[in-house]
């Protein structure tokens, strides 16, 4: 199983609302990440996870919440968004978050499409 | 940060081969080029990486300049299944971090 998977596909929610997003990947991968793709711009990190430790984040405000329940699952917690939150979030796994030259190829999720009204 | 740029946009004809050019001019010796691509709405797709050396697999074929200041994609019977956003990304060393760039929207054309 080559595959990451993420859920819900579209997601539309108020700015007073509380949502989550949720990913998966079966492959024994130990690190995973959330992107954020606006229309039109390449993907921007905003989370790394290394063996379920938040390892990295991107001064991402604190109305996005990561968290990392198992090796095999990530979410995000979604509270207060503002319509300028509204984009394709990205989902990614790799075998492992790890120092020097290693190749760490990222596989990607189809995304979950967010509309904050 | 090692950074990349490429052109915003490129046509190709059905058949020949799409060479898409990256420049990293400040990548370092143990950074990796990586390609992917991001069909619409879809997310990103894996492609090829390398380090010094010419790299081919069943995709592409990607060519590493000597000095690894640029790079360049090769797909060399485009198809247009292959109309897509090409991004050319440098691993950061030392983090698993990727930064992409603005990437290439390639249209192949019949």
């Known amino acids: 199983d080559t595959e990451v998977t993420q859920t819900p596909k579209h997601l539309v929610m108020g700015m007073t609302n509380k949502k989550s997003l949720k990913c998966e990947q079966h492959m024994g991968h130990r690190a995973m990440y959330w992107y954020k793709q606006k229309a039109k711009k390449p993907p921007e990190l905003m989370f790394v996870?290394?063996?379920?430790?938040?390892?990295i984040n991107e001064s991402v405000p604190s109305r996005f919440s990561p968290e990392c329940p198992n090796s095999s699952l990530l979410n995000l917690h979604l509270h207060a968004l503002q319509p300028e939150d509204s984009a394709l979030y990205l989902c990614?796994?790799?075998?492992?978050?790890?120092?020097?030259?290693?190749?760490?190829?990222?596989?990607f999720g189809p995304g979950t499409r967010l509309l904050v009204l | 940060d090692a950074k990349t740029t490429q052109p915003p946009s490129m046509d190709c004809a059905e058949g020949r081969a799409a060479n898409l050019p990256c420049n990293h001019s400040t990548i370092s010796g143990n950074e990796y080029v990586y390609w992917y691509r991001q069909i619409h709405s879809q997310g990103p797709q894996y492609i090829i990486h390398?380090?010094?050396n010419n790299e081919t697999n069943e995709m592409a074929s990607l060519i590493i300049t000597e000095d690894r200041k640029s790079s360049t994609l090769i797909l060399p019977h485009a198809t247009l299944r292959d109309t897509a956003v090409y991004y050319c990304i440098v691993r950061v060393y030392n983090f698993n971090k990727f930064y992409f760039g603005s990437g290439t929207k390639l249209n192949v054309k019949p």
């Open positions: 990614a796994s790799s075998p492992r978050d790890s120092g020097g030259p290693r190749v760490e190829t990222q596989y």
């Open positions: 390398g380090l010094k």
């Open positions: 996870y290394s063996y379920e430790k938040l390892s």
